[in-house]
């Protein structure tokens, strides 16, 4: 890393990555890191997730070792050899790196793939567009239940996707941000629940979870305030409704994104969802004061660009805090 942690040099390159990533998002020509990790967890886990419970276990807090430490060792050793030739230039390639752990133009575009055929009732290209970003099953959901998988997509990945990193990105530039995407590709790869990952994924669950604890409850709340500015918005009530229902869901983190989002929307999220052809029951969040329509994943969109920026606002805070002080 170039840059002191929660520094104002830190902070320039955060803003500069976000304003990269907003006018260009993942140019699919680009090499992106989260690639690569995904290939090394996967080489991985064909090698090491055999035998008996307790050795799977063992192998799984490895892999989130390796893969975690590894990618942070790598990111700060190339940016630190850079640093000793030209600073301007290690500046530079972190800001690139730091932008490709951000996601604030693509999961925009991915709930919009979604939401245009919707509105334009083609109910298969809605529900095969779903199918891409979602892991539960899309082929006979209705107009309703394509839009709640929507919109709860993008509250979990407002956290996943923007807010966590720039969070881990003010504290160790983009060896930590990128650190971050690895536990979070470990958890999406291996960390889910199933007979295959149950105990090879545990360490990855866990990991993830601690990662994401404080972004998840900083995020719900920077979006019920950022939502005062957000026409239509059922601002009143929203935190603590979010408060009691959060804990419900299976996810330590990401009923608080969700739960806030359905407050805001005025909608019921949760529910039943089917994986593989089994159902898979989840408390519900909000209540449906309006039925979930295509037009909800416009608005859900708004709300996700309103909490990354008041959370963005609050860290910026916390830099000038700290400046002030020393």
């Known amino acids: ?17 976000v304003l990269i990533d907003l006018a260009i998002g993942d140019p699919p020509w680009l090499p992106h890191p989260v690639v690569g990790i995904g290939r090394v967890i996967a080489r991985l886990e064909r090698a090491w997730n055999r035998g008996p419970a307790a050795a799977r276990r063992r192998r799984g807090l490895w892999l989130a070792a390796l893969v ?24 530079v390639v972190e800001l690139g790196l ?8 693509g999961l925009a575009q991915a709930a919009r793939a979604v939401g245009e055929p919707l509105r334009l009732r083609t109910l298969a290209e809605a529900r095969r567009q779903l199918a891409m970003i979602v892991g539960r099953d899309t082929e006979h959901l209705d107009e309703a239940e394509v839009t709640r998988g929507t919109v709860e997509t993008v509250a979990e990945n407002t956290v996943d996707g923007i807010t966590a990193p720039l969070c881990w990105a003010l504290l160790g530039g983009a060896p930590l941000a990128l650190a971050y995407k690895a536990v979070n590709t470990l ?52 935190l603590a ?10 996810s330590p983190n990401a009923g608080w994104p969700e739960a806030m989002m359905a407050n805001l929307l005025g909608v019921r999220l949760g529910g039943l969802n089917h994986y593989g052809g089994r159902p898979s029951p989840r408390p519900t969040l909000g ?26 606002i609050l860290l910026t805070s916390l830099v000038l805090i700290r400046e002030w002080l020393t």
């Open 187 to 238: 958890d999406s790869m291996v960390g889910h629940r199933s007979p295959r990952y149950e105990d090879f994924g545990k360490a990855s669950a866990r990991l993830d979870d601690a990662a994401n604890w404080l972004p998840a409850r900083l995020t719900a709340l920077a979006m019920g305030l950022a939502a005062r500015a957000i026409p239509r918005s059922r601002v009143v009530g929203a």
């Open 241 to 250: 409704a979010t408060r009691r229902e959060a804990p419900c869901h299976p």
């Open 1 to 17: 890393m170039t840059f002191a942690p929660l520094s104002l040099e830190l902070l320039g390159l955060v803003v500069g990555a």
């Open 68 to 91: 975690v430490g590894g990618t942070w060792a790598i990111a700060w050793g190339l940016l630190a050899a850079l640093a000793r030739w030209s600073p301007w230039l290690a500046g």
């Open 287 to 312: 209540r449906p004061l309006e039925p979930l329509a295509a037009g909800h994943i416009e608005r859900a969109i708004r709300h996700m660009q309103a909490g990354w920026l008041g959370m963005l």
């Open 98 to 105: 730091l932008a490709t752990a951000l996601a604030t133009r």
